[in-house]
Each structure stands twice: as structure tokens, then as C-alpha cells.
């Protein structure tokens, strides 16, 4: 299963932005979708992570500003940010977890990354 990501760049302190990540393949279904982030240097953090069912947690950093959403039908997650600030510049990778058809009758599990989209706050 493969993911795409998109919707990052350059942004001023306290604008807007919305990521998208889309996962192709034979998906069986999608449980996890979640967002990540990194700083060179540092390690990956999750920001946020929705289940098949909706329910949403968030890192406390991003509280209040950030939403995440997902599309079933498209396998689809979004990472709506708002209000972003100087210290959320980092590269945002997209997780998803599920299972996809291996053969017509055999179901595997996946545990995927799309390829990261920068997100830069500066003015």
C-alpha cells in the first residue's frame, strides 16, 4: 500500500494549512490514519491519529489548532492546521495501518509512510 502526501509549504505565523494523504493498492481496510513530525535531528513525534471509528487524539502541542479527518471511501486523512506558529515548521509524514488483499483470499496487514511534505512557518 503506498501513500501520497501533499498540501505543505511556506506559510507566515498564524496562517492556515491543509495536508492530504491518499494510500493506493488492494486495501482490505484502513484502521489507524495519523500524522507525523519531524525536525532534523530530532525524532519523528506523532501530532495526530484518528481511528476507523473517528475518535481523535492529539499531541498536546498542536491542541485547539490542529483537526484531523479522514475519508473512508477514499482512504483519504487530512491534517487541517491553523493558527501555526514558527516551531511547527518540520517534515509531516502520513501513517496508515490496515490490511489489503495479498491475493484474492489472503489478507495482510500494512503499516505504511507516505514520502513527507515540508511545512515551513516563517514570516
Known amino acids: 500500500v503506498q501513500l501520497q502526501a501533499s498540501g505543505g509549504g511556506l506559510v507566515q505565523p498564524g496562517g492556515s494549512l491543509r495536508l492530504s494523504c491518499a494510500a493506493s493498492g488492494n486495501i482490505f481496510s484502513v484502521n489507524s490514519m495519523a500524522w507525523y513530525r519531524q525536525i532534523p535531528g530530532k525524532q519523528r513525534e506523532l501530532v495526530a491519529v484518528?481511528?476507523?471509528?473517528?475518535?481523535?487524539n492529539y499531541a498536546d502541542p498542536v491542541k485547539g489548532r490542529f483537526t484531523i479527518s479522514r475519508d473512508n471511501d477514499k482512504n483519504t486523512v487530512y491534517l487541517q492546521m491553523n493558527s501555526l506558529k514558527p516551531e511547527d515548521t518540520a517534515t509531516y509524514y502520513c501513517?496508515?495501518?490496515?490490511?489489503?488483499?495479498?491475493?484474492?483470499?489472503?489478507?495482510?496487514?500494512?503499516?505504511?509512510w507516505g514520502q513527507g511534505t515540508l511545512v515551513t512557518v516563517s514570516s
Open positions: 501513517n496508515m495501518r490496515g490490511s489489503y488483499y495479498y491475493t484474492d483470499t489472503i489478507v495482510l496487514e500494512f503499516d505504511s
Open positions: 484518528i481511528s476507523r471509528g473517528g475518535s481523535e
